[in-house]
């Protein structure tokens, strides 16, 4: 994800906001979907405020679980 912000901020955006669809995800899935070690995850032991930053971005939304359960 920091590679496409770097990308678009190369192309002239001034500022970049990122709009994920999901929760952050913070901890690997225990149903047998591979996905990566926890220490992997943009999201595992950050704030949002934290991972924004981590990634380049000038802002970042997640949904909330909330929302994904409506």
């Given at each position: ?20 669809a999901?929760?952050p ?39 909330t ?6």
């Amino acid at each position: 994800m920091a590679q496409i912000v770097g990308m678009v901020r190369k192309s002239g955006a001034k500022k970049v906001y990122l709009a994920i669809a999901a929760p952050p995800v913070r901890y690997a899935n225990v149903y047998g979907v591979d996905m990566p070690s926890r220490r992997e995850f943009a999201a595992n032991g950050l704030t949002e405020e934290e991972v924004c930053k981590s990634l380049g971005a000038d802002g970042l939304l997640y949904q909330t679980v909330d929302d994904l359960i409506k």
